[in-house]
């Protein structure tokens, strides 16, 4: 039986579709900077976010929301989704996530 994906599911996506690496350039990079202690251990990373709304029209209240987490293979060179969310929205932006994006990529 196939996943149903609609609001409240998550997907993480763990290696490269490509090479099956799971090096990531942004993740790579922010490991690097918590061994130096520049920054906390529960930090997570991700290269670029893109978030996207579902609705019908404009006339909505609330809607499904796509919050999709990408990245970068480090060993192949491979763009990626690492991550994606799906949510519901209020009109007006008061459950979207800040800039950068705010997921727990553990």
Do not use: H
Not at 7 to 15: A, D, I, R, Y
Not at 41 to 55: C, M
């Amino acid at each position: 039986m196939e996943d149903i994906i609609g609001v409240g599911t998550t997907k993480k996506f763990t290696q490269c579709p490509v090479c099956e690496s799971t090096r990531r350039v942004a993740n790579e990079v922010l490991e690097r900077e918590k061994e130096l202690g520049k920054q906390p251990e529960k930090v997570g990373t991700y290269l670029f976010n893109y978030q996207s709304i579902v609705a019908a029209n404009m006339n909505w209240l609330s809607a499904p929301a796509i919050f999709s987490a990408f990245d970068v293979c480090a060993d192949c060179g491979t763009v990626y989704c690492v991550q994606f969310e799906i949510k519901t929205v209020v009109q007006g932006g008061q459950n979207m996530p800040k800039a950068g994006g705010q997921f727990s990529l553990s």
